[in-house]
């Protein structure tokens, strides 16, 4: 039940120019990025020679591809995110799933699952670059699994996040404007807040804040790095941001 | 009664939204095959009683069972057995017919090799065998209006409710859809919301009456008319005498004068007034000219209930 819905999600993305739209302009943005940084790498690539244990084209070409790829899926996600709750109420046709013998709970699912679906297309169509250079030189292909999970858990939490914006609003476009704020705010507020947290002494506190830091999270699987405890806030915020969706939502039925 | 043939059972059913009371201790039952008539104004909770119903809205009080499944303690297996058409059809314009109506058997946990045949008896029926492969968002109102109600009914629902199915559409579209809920009171219960009168009249077999969210009518269309035809009767007379001597006339009960020269007179039913009435104003040279049992529609009791 929950895979209809999400396939059901995902048709209807690509039913409208927005799934195109934004398909192009990552490939567009990405493909300049990874283009320019191989040029770059190439340039360099006599001195790199020189040194004991020089870096490879996987950490100067990929790793900031990925980066890239982060930022537009930023910008990208509440724009998708949008039509899944807000959208749908706004066309009224949210009825078919709320009547639908479902819960909520299983709609809320399907559609972030749907969602992800999407962003795994955009993740998989970035990690195509990195591969084409297959054949020519020889790949970190830990550093870019590593960098492939990163970017999809990072994903996730934009999707999670965007979701639950788009649950407070039947107008589309602020849902999309709300959730790109929130996800501003939390990456510029999230170090700081921790920081702070952790001057006052408050330790545990201090690494729940981490939860809310998906950049930082990001980091160490950047780096080629697997870090059990940025997994695990990775996660926890896609189901901290699921569980207000379906809260959110079994409010609306009971409150009207 | 038994459950087989209860298919809806709501008791009590009330919603507040802070303090105005949207709907008040409403009370429904519906039998297997039964065409049920919801009728009020414009805001007088007829929507919200039927969000209530379809599970799309918690009540604040009250109970619904349908079939016998209590809707709140088990809300999955309840929605299973209803098809629900809100005012505004739940249509995804991005969609053809044919995908919308698979997705809507789907999510309604139809067997995977009953779908195929399950669409296409829903658009058999519906008439939109010939635009399955249209989009939705390219299909007049009046078919996408079909679309709605292909949804509602293609899991084959044991309830079928109906929140204003011909609203908006032409007069040919109206008679259609008309029609076609007479064809589906003949499988399924069902619930039809409306305010046009002639609507309940022409395809309901019993109707409830809404106003400022309570049930204040509630009976068959056929008592209705037994009820009012033949115990009221319109007299038209050219040279009328007084009321009292009208309402001397044996079985008469009450007299109304209507304007110059009509008068409308409540029978007692005892006995039947006719012959004596037709004497009198023959012996007496009234100046008869008519004289009809006075058709009390359906509008008549609905601008008596909710003026």
């Known amino acids: 039940m929950i895979f209809t819905i999400a396939a059901k999600e995902l048709k209807s993305l690509f039913a409208s120019p927005l799934a195109w739209m934004v398909l192009t302009a990552v490939q567009l943005i990405t493909g300049y990025a990874f283009l320019k940084r191989l040029d770059d790498f190439l340039q360099i690539q006599p001195q790199l020679v020189q040194l004991a244990s020089p870096p490879g084209v996987t950490e100067l070409v990929v790793s900031p591809l990925y980066a890239t790829a982060a930022m537009v899926l930023l910008f990208a996600s509440p724009l998708l995110g949008m039509r899944l709750i807000a959208e749908e109420r706004r066309n009224q046709t949210m009825v078919l799933l709320t009547s639908a013998p479902l819960s909520m709970t299983q709609i809320v699912i399907g559609k972030f699952l749907g969602l992800m679906l999407f962003l795994t297309l955009i993740v998989a169509l970035v990690t195509a670059m990195p591969l084409s250079l297959a054949g020519s030189t020889s790949l970190d292909y830990g550093l870019l699994a590593s960098l492939c999970a990163g970017l999809l858990l990072l994903a996730a939490g934009f999707a999670a996040l965007s979701l639950y914006v788009s649950s407070l609003t039947a107008h589309p476009v602020a849902a999309a404007f709300g959730a790109f704020a929130a996800l501003i705010l939390m990456l510029l507020m999230s170090e700081a807040a921790g920081d702070g947290v952790r001057a006052r002494g408050w330790h545990l506190p201090a690494a729940l804040v981490q939860v809310f830091s998906p950049l930082k999270n990001f980091e160490p699987l950047g780096k080629g790095l697997v870090d059990t405890y940025a997994l695990a806030c990775s996660v926890l915020l896609v189901m901290v941001f699921l569980v207000l969706t379906v809260r959110r939502l079994d409010a609306r039925r009971l409150r009207g | ?307």
């Open chain 2, 1 to 307: 009664m038994s459950p087989q043939s209860t298919t809806l059972h709501a008791r009590g059913l009330t919603r507040r939204f802070g303090a105005h009371t949207a709907v008040n201790n409403v009370d429904l039952e519906l039998k297997r095959g039964e065409v049920l008539g919801f009728l009020g104004p414009n805001g007088a909770g007829k929507t919200t009683t039927m969000q209530m119903l379809t599970g799309n809205l918690a009540p604040t009080g009250g109970e619904v069972a349908v079939c016998g499944v209590d809707l709140l303690a088990r809300p999955v297996d309840a929605k299973a057995r209803i098809g629900y058409l809100p005012e505004v059809p739940p249509l995804y314009r991005e969609l053809t017919v044919d995908e919308y109506l698979t997705l809507a058997v789907k999510l309604h946990r139809v067997p995977k090799r009953e779908r195929r045949d399950a669409v296409a008896r829903a658009k058999k029926r519906c008439g939109l065998t010939d635009v399955g492969r249209k989009l939705i968002g390219n299909l007049s109102k009046g078919y996408q209006q079909r679309v709605g109600i292909a949804q509602a009914i293609a899991h084959e629902p044991d309830l079928v409710v109906l929140d204003e199915p011909t609203v908006g559409l032409d007069p040919n579209q109206i008679r259609e859809i008309r029609a076609l809920v007479r064809e589906i009171g003949g499988w399924h219960s069902v619930i039809l919301s409306t305010h046009i009168l002639s609507e309940v009249e022409s395809i309901c077999d019993r109707v409830q009456i809404m106003h400022h969210g309570n049930i204040v009518y509630s009976d068959t269309i056929a008592a209705l008319k037994a009820f009012h035809s033949g115990r009221t009767v319109v007299l038209g007379l050219r040279r009328p005498p007084s009321e009292a001597e009208l309402a001397a006339v044996p079985g008469v009960n009450t007299v109304e004068r209507v304007d110059e020269s009509h008068y409308r007179l409540q029978l007692t039913g005892e006995c039947d007034p006719t012959e004596p009435l037709v004497a009198r104003a023959v012996r007496d040279n009234w100046g008869l000219f008519h004289l009809a049992p006075a058709q009390t529609s359906l509008e008549d009791v609905f601008v008596n209930l909710t003026k």
